[in-house]
C-alpha cells in the first residue's frame, strides 16, 4: 500500500498510519498476553504485558510498511517455556494475534455500522459545528480501521513461515509432518517475498483472495459503505 505517489492524500496517509500503528501494536499485544497466560514470562521480561503501543512496535516495520507496503512487528515468545502441549499452546499465541485485529475490527465497525444505518447522521455532526471535511476524514478512518484489522487477519493466517498461520498448520497437522513443516522455517521470507512480489506479476494473485474475504466480513461488519 503505497501512498507517495501522485495522487497523495495527506488525510488518508495520516489515517492509514494511525490505524496500523494500532492494529500492529495489538496483533501482537494478543501474542504477548496468551503467552503470558500459557506461561512463558518472556513478553512480560521485555515489557510487552501493556496497552502501550509503542513496546509492541517495530519501528522499521512501520517504515517499511509506508514505503513497500509490506511492514512487520515482533513478539519475544519461547514456545518452550508454554505450558501443555508445545504445539497446541504455540498454536493458540499464533492465533492470538489475529484474534486482536478482529477485535480491533468489530469496534472501529460499531460507530461506521451506526453512520451507515443513520443512528449517528451526518447532519447531526454538521449541526454540532464539525466540518464536512472532518466527518469525511473520520469516515474514512473507521473504513480503515475495519478493512485494515480485516486484511491482517486473513494476510497473517497463510499457511507460510514466518506468519501466525504456519504455526497454526503446524498445531492441527499430525506431529510427523509438522516436523517435516519445519524445513520450511529456514526459506519462510524468501516464500514470503515471492508470495507477495512474484506471484502476483504471474497471475497467482494471493491478495485479490485477502481482499475477498476482508470485503465480505467488512459488509457483514458494517453493511454497504
Do not use: C, K
Amino acid at each position: 500500500m503505497l501512498f507517495l505517489g501522485q495522487n497523495f492524500d495527506l488525510g488518508r496517509f495520516i489515517a492509514f498510519v494511525i490505524v496500523a500503528f494500532f492494529a500492529f501494536a495489538y496483533h501482537e499485544l494478543g501474542h504477548a498476553l496468551v503467552a503470558d497466560r500459557l506461561g512463558d514470562m518472556t513478553p512480560r521480561q521485555h515489557g510487552r504485558i501493556t496497552l502501550n503501543p509503542i513496546p509492541h512496535i517495530s519501528w522499521f516495520g512501520m517504515i517499511m510498511l509506508i514505503l513497500v507496503g509490506f511492514g512487520w512487528a515482533v513478539t519475544p515468545v519461547n514456545p518452550n517455556a508454554l505450558r501443555g502441549n508445545p504445539r497446541t499452546s504455540h498454536m493458540l499465541v499464533a492465533l492470538a494475534g489475529p484474534a486482536g485485529n478482529l477485535i480491533m475490527a468489530i469496534l472501529f465497525a460499531i460507530p461506521l455500522r451506526l453512520i451507515v444505518m443513520g443512528i449517528i447522521n451526518v447532519s447531526t455532526l454538521l449541526d454540532a459545528g464539525m466540518s464536512r471535511d472532518w466527518i469525511e476524514w473520520l469516515q474514512y478512518f473507521l473504513y480503515m480501521g475495519v478493512w485494515l484489522n480485516l486484511f491482517l487477519i486473513a494476510f497473517n493466517l497463510l499457511p507460510i513461515p514466518p506468519l501466525d498461520g504456519f504455526t497454526v498448520l503446524r498445531g492441527i497437522v499430525p506431529l510427523e509432518m509438522a516436523y517435516r513443516l519445519d524445513v520450511l522455517r529456514q526459506y519462510g521470507m524468501v516464500i514470503l517475498l515471492l508470495v507477495i512480489f512474484i506471484l502476483p506479476r504471474v497471475g497467482v494473485d494471493v491478495f485479490s483472495i485477502i481482499n475477498n474475504f476482508a470485503s465480505t466480513v467488512f459488509t457483514f461488519l458494517v453493511g454497504s459503505f
